[in-house]
């Protein structure tokens, strides 16, 4: 595309309220350098502009690898028999929580496969301790679960839900997750919202099947929804899923997809993810370069750590708990930013006038 109209197309998806699916398509199918690096400074002027320069850190402890579900991607997939299952007590939880707070993390994020002996009232406790104790917010990505749960979580403290549409178009939702229903996840996500919580979705890129207009169709998705998060990750491929045999999704479409979703919807928090680092390499620096402004310091102690294996390679599996803070840091200064310690809420409440 010459580099003028792709100026121009790119000023009028950032300014529509509604993009067109075809103007996106046609963003996902660009591959020519020059046309990559206005993408992607494009996305980065975009986050400098509504977002700054401050790179935001997400403690996970992976507390729980039991999962219900069957996704046909997931290493936590309940068909897996090869993998030792776990449940951290919340003894073990409760002092992974005291070194990520002791690290100045400000938000913790309690993430489990879908857990069905999860005891809901257990969870509670665990939250009404951590907020008694920490000035931290609390982000759960525990799937889907009755409204019921999810306000008893809420109403003991728990801030933010991620719970992610993986694909937004109910076709492939289906292909790619048997026995789930994509009206359920919708509702789910809606429930999470009305009850008060800041809510994150994201997808999957490069799922078996998918095409660029499934992307494009993820991308409008976030911006319809408004959502306060939006975590979007390439595919890797487990030798104990359906998916074994498949392609791992590629880099340079994860990053168009990631550089739209900054374009579209602004000020929203976009991690680097962690499948972005566990590629052939880490890519995380290339996706702070085109949008993201988050990253995911891993805090679940070992051996827990090396059995939440959702996907091979990933990354940080070997580090000692904390040794991310530095190695984070390192990559905020060589991009001339920094990591911003705060608690990072929702910026959807500041409206800010597109100028770039
Ligand atoms: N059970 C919760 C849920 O379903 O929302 C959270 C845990 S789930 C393991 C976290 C995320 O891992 C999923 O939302 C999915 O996007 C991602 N994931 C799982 N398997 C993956 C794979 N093979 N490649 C890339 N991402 C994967
Ligand atoms: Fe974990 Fe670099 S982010 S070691």
Request: glycine share 8%; hydrophobic share 40%.
């Amino acid at each position: 595309m010459n580099m003028s109209n792709l100026a121009k197309l790119l000023n009028e998806i950032s300014l529509a309220d509604s993009p067109r699916l075809e103007d996106l398509e046609q963003i996902l199918n660009l591959n020519r350098q020059e046309e990559l690096k206005e993408l992607f400074s494009y996305a980065d002027k975009i986050r400098q502009e509504f977002c700054g320069a401050g790179i935001f850190l997400r403690g996970i402890i992976e507390f729980s690898n039991y999962c219900c579900r069957e996704c046909f991607y997931c290493g936590l997939n309940k068909n897996n028999h090869k993998l030792t299952r776990y449940r951290m007590s919340k003894e073990e939880l409760l002092e992974s929580v005291a070194y990520l707070a002791a690290g100045n993390i400000k938000t913790l994020v309690l993430q489990s496969g879908e857990d069905e002996g999860l005891d809901v009232l257990w969870l509670k406790e665990i939250i009404l301790s951590i907020k008694s104790q920490y000035d931290i917010a609390i982000t759960l990505s525990l799937g889907e679960r009755d409204a019921g749960d999810y306000r008893l979580w809420k109403e003991a403290g728990a801030d933010r839900y991620l719970l992610k549409i993986e694909s937004a178009d109910e076709g492939l939702y289906l292909k790619t997750h048997s026995g789930m229903s994509f009206t359920r996840r919708l509702n789910c996500l809606t429930n999470l919202r009305s009850l008060g919580y800041q809510v994150g979705s994201g997808c999957i890129i490069g799922l078996p099947g998918q095409t660029l207009k499934n992307i494009a169709q993820d991308i409008l998705f976030f911006k319809q929804n408004d959502f306060d998060m939006v975590g979007i990750g390439p595919f890797i491929a487990h030798k104990e899923t359906l998916f074994a045999q498949e392609q791992n999704g590629r880099l340079q479409l994860t990053l168009k997809a990631l550089a739209l979703t900054r374009i579209v919807t602004k000020n929203a928090f976009l991690p680097a993810t962690t499948a972005l680092g566990s590629l052939d390499k880490d890519y995380r620096l290339e996706g702070l370069k085109c949008g993201a402004n988050v990253l995911m310091p891993n805090f679940t102690p070992q051996p827990f750590r090396k059995l939440y294996e959702i996907y091979p390679g990933k990354r940080c599996v070997d580090e000692p708990v904390g040794a991310c803070n530095f190695c984070m840091d390192k990559m905020a200064k060589s991009l001339g930013r920094f990591i911003d310690y705060s608690r990072g809420d929702a910026l959807k409440f500041k409206k800010a006038v597109l100028n770039v």
